[in-house]
């Protein structure tokens, strides 16, 4: 159980937070990606607002889905 890279159980991305991650915050920074590039944080219920507001102040959030969401929507999702 050294490997933290397994995608079995998603993992909130908050700093030190093991919870299993709930949604998915897609993003893109503008300097960095081309607009359609989307980057992808995870969270648990806790951190959403955290992450999303860091994000959000940024400019960089362009959505909040729930997991469950994001995997049946898209095979077309950044890796
Ligand atoms: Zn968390």
Redesign the pocket.
């Known amino acids: 159980m050294s490997d933290e890279t397994t995608d079995e159980t998603p993992i909130?991305s908050?700093k030190g937070?093991r919870?299993a991650a709930v949604w998915v915050l897609a993003w893109n920074n503008p300097k960095i990606h081309t607009p359609e590039r989307r980057k992808t944080w995870l969270?648990?219920e806790?951190?959403r607002e955290h992450l999303s507001q860091f994000l959000g102040v940024r400019g960089f959030l362009k959505d909040v889905v729930t997991l469950a969401e994001w995997e049946s929507a898209g095979s077309a999702a950044d890796r």
Do not use: V, W
Request: hydrophobic share 40%; glycine share 0%; with cysteine.
């Open positions: 909130c908050a937070c919870a969270a648990c806790e951190h």
